[in-house]
Structures are given as C-alpha cells and as structure tokens.
C-alpha cells in the first residue's frame, strides 16, 4: 500500500512562495504518474498540475500557469510544486495523488484516475 506524505505547506503573504513537497513510501514515485489538487473550504476539489512519471511531460490549471511548476526527483523519490506569486485565491489543502496510469509520458489530470492520495498541507496566503 503506497502512502502519500505531503509537507511544505504554511502561512504566506500574498506575493510570496512556498515549495511543497511529496514522497511516497511503500512505493517507488518513478511508477506511479503525480499530480497535484487543491480544495478550499465550501469548494470542490480541483487540479492543479500534474506530472508524467519519467518527468517530461507536465500540465496546469489555467489559474497556476506561470506562477507554479511541477517537477519530480525519481532519486530522491520525490514530486515538488513550486508555488510562485501567491494570492489568496490559491489558499487551500493541497494534495498529492499518485496514478498507476501506464506510459511514460502520460500526465493525469482527471482526479478519478489516480489511485493514491494524500492527507493533504494547508496553504494559507494572507493579503
């Protein structure tokens, strides 16, 4: 059983960056395909960014586009969101997921396609 442990998460001022990070245990992250999702209180659950499992293909919500990036260390068994110039609007519980897709390249973005989830880091952006 593959348990996702988000951390990274905190209090920031809007313009700010935080960098979260994920790691799998009980499982190896180059197998599984990554993405990220937010949700924020009284809203559904939405993508963020997701990331192919040999790290060369990725994929954003148009709301992050140039401001986060997602990326992925298969040695240090690690996926990473950079988060760059934060507004409230991005306050939520950020999750890690990680799918069983098959293929290298593949990106997911459908939440229903991913197999694992983690219990989630708050990000609280001030103004």
């Known amino acids: 059983q593959v348990q996702l442990v988000e951390s990274g998460g905190g209090l920031v001022q809007a313009g700010g960056s935080l960098r979260l990070s994920c790691a799998p245990s009980?499982?190896?992250?180059?197998?599984?395909?990554m993405g990220w999702f937010r949700q924020a209180p009284g809203k559904e659950r939405e993508f963020v960014a997701a990331?192919?499992?040999?790290?060369?293909?990725?994929s954003y919500a148009d709301s992050v586009k140039g401001r986060f990036t997602i990326s992925r260390d298969n040695a240090k068994n690690t996926v990473y969101l950079e988060m760059n110039s934060l507004k409230p609007e991005d306050a939520a519980l950020y999750y890690c997921?990680?799918?069983?897709?098959?293929?290298?390249?593949?990106?997911?973005?459908?939440?229903?396609?991913?197999?694992?989830w983690g219990q989630g880091t708050q990000v609280t952006v001030s103004s």
């Open positions: 997921a990680a799918s069983t897709v098959l293929g290298l390249s593949a990106v997911v973005a459908n939440s229903a396609r991913y197999n694992y």
């Open positions: 009980g499982g190896t992250s180059s197998r599984y395909a």
């Open positions: 990331i192919s499992r040999s790290g060369g293909s990725t």
